[in-house]
Nanobody, 117 residues
Framework: QVQLVESGGGLVQPGGSLTLSCTASGSISRIYAMGWYRQAPGKKRELVGTITSGGRINLEDPVKGRFSISQDNAKNTAYLQMNSLKPEDTAVYFC???????????WGQGTQVTVSS
């Protein structure tokens, strides 16, 4: 079993910044990629971005230019740096990990991000 623990969520004003972190622990053989999803109230869960173990990054259009993803492979940790936050970024953010190269195997419990004045 693998556990994903997210941290860093909270309340921030529009235009502000937050950094989320996600650490994987447990029976980790290999991590191919980690990623972030989010789900706003009443909306479908959507992909925010991903990072492979080799450092290839993909960010979805709604967050391009404002969010960035990084990782510390030695710590099995991924980070989501969120800048210029907007009220529409309000959501529960979930961390995911791909350990087989073909799907998201584990999900974190989610961390709430609220952007409001």
């Amino acid at each position: 079993q693998v556990q994903l623990v997210e941290s860093g969520g909270g309340l921030v004003q529009p235009g502000g910044s937050l950094t989320l972190s996600c650490t994987a622990s447990g029976s980790i053989s290999r991590i191919y990629a980690m990623g972030w999803y989010r789900q706003a109230p009443g909306k479908k869960r959507e992909l925010v971005g991903t990072i492979t173990s080799g450092g290839r990054i993909n960010l979805e259009d709604p967050v391009k230019g404002r969010f960035s993803i990084s990782q510390d492979n030695a710590k099995n940790t991924a980070y989501l740096q969120m800048n210029s936050l907007k009220p529409e970024d309000t959501a529960v953010y979930f961390c995911v990990v791909d350990m087989g190269g073909d799907r998201w195997d584990y999900w974190g419990q989610g961390t709430q991000v609220t952007v409001s004045s």
